[in-house]
């Protein structure tokens, strides 16, 4: 063989492993990870909607990288962006509704949350436009469509099945429905023990025969935290100056039963493939003794006003605390990102007491996970 067809044949195999690498991020890059739920989870979505429950103004957003408002109901991070970086993405998923998530991007996830949602279709009305639970699944479809024409459709399942999913929803159903206004339909119309049924049934159905069905294979759901101990309701319902004991008793009945209907799905498909986060417990920790978090309370609010800065919303004129970090809550309904960052600690490494049935470095490092 010739000296320079030598030269050209090395110069094919060098381009074709260029080529390969080139490629081999686009199906080997850290798993994906989607996202679905409420204002807890929503990075921006309804910044693209017609909606009165955005956060994309000022204050919100101080304390993100950029010290601008994004969407996100935080004075920064929120719990996927903290998660996406615990398990090694170089950036968090991007909002479904965002124009830039395109081509690459797609690779890494999408977040399909979106404020004010719940588990039921009429919660959240007065938000008008917000995409429901239902919504979020078919865009959830209307996605792997997307990504099967840049990856095929087997590349496709494959991130699917071996991505990560956040479920957080329900708190909404109890804060913006059933205890929205006094005696409203669903309190006229259910006693709250049997309200807490059809709204853990239909979550059962929303992860049971859609996020299943449609390949979610690690997922992870959130119960709802302490509602009754945010500052919005320590303001409007708080009882002899503590947590509202209604909201608080919905919580108690909600968790547990959440938590056993996960416990069931994973009989039902053979592996534990469904894990319950208790970030009822895991807020009460820093609700019940600030100081042992570094928090300099947990009863008011960095940014609001009225009681416990409880009152409306965070605005540019609302009061605004100096120094993020000494406020458990960033605003009356959600918490700052340092108390993020300790839920998403409890997350990936906490006890069965915040767990069940293992934490998510656990579920992620399990080869257990079939297809």
């Known amino acids: 063989m010739s000296m320079a067809t030598g ?8 381009g074709l492993v260029l080529a390969m690498l080139s490629i081999a991020p686009l199906v080997a890059e850290a798993r994906a990870f989607f996202v679905f739920g409420d204002s807890l989870v929503d990075s921006g979505n309804n910044n693209y909607l017609a909606t009165t429950a955005r956060a994309d103004a000022p204050p919100y957003g101080i304390d993100y990288p950029t010290h601008l408002p994004t969407g996100r109901f935080s004075n920064g991070l929120n719990i996927p962006d903290i998660i996406s970086d615990q398990i090694g993405q170089s950036h968090p998923p991007l909002p479904y509704l965002n124009p830039e998530l395109i081509g690459q991007k797609l690779l890494v996830g999408a977040n399909f949350a979106s404020a004010g949602i719940g588990i039921l279709n009429d919660t959240g009305i007065q938000f008008i436009n917000i995409i429901r639970m239902f919504r979020q699944l078919n865009y959830f479809e209307e996605y792997q469509h997307r990504l099967s024409a840049i990856i095929g ?12 999913v956040l479920i957080t929803v329900g708190g909404n159903d109890f804060v913006n429905n059933y205890y929205l206004v006094p005696f409203s339909a669903r309190s006229r119309q259910f006693a709250l023990p049997d309200y807490v049924k059809p709204s853990s049934s239909s979550i059962t159905i929303v992860i049971a025969q859609r996020l299943y069905e449609l390949g979610a294979r690690q997922v992870l759901v959130t119960g709802t935290g302490p509602m009754g101990c945010v500052p919005a309701e320590l303001a409007m319902r708080g009882t002899n100056g503590g947590c509202s004991a209604e909201l608080q008793r919905a919580a108690a009945l909600y968790n547990p039963q959440l938590v056993q209907m996960l416990q069931g799905l994973n009989r039902e498909i053979g592996q534990d493939g469904f894990i319950a986060a208790n970030t009822q417990q895991m807020h009460m920790d820093f609700i019940s003794d600030p100081q042992a978090y570094g928090f300099t309370t947990s009863k008011i609010a960095c940014c609001g006003q009225g009681p416990n800065n409880g009152l ?5 004129l609302s009061n605004l605390c100096s120094d ?9 309904f959600h918490p700052s990102e340092k108390a993020n960052r300790i839920i998403v600690q409890q997350i990936m490494s906490g006890s069965p007491q915040y767990m069940n049935p ?7 490092a399990s080869d257990s996970i079939t297809n």
């Open 7 to 14: 030269t050209s044949s090395s110069w094919m195999i060098f």
């Open 153 to 164: 459709a087997e590349q496709t399942r494959q991130l699917v099945n071996k991505a990560l």
């Open 312 to 316: 409306g919303l965070c605005t540019a």
């Open 324 to 332: 993020r970090d000494h406020y458990a809550f960033w605003d009356p």
């Open 358 to 364: 293992m934490n998510l470095s656990t579920l992620l």
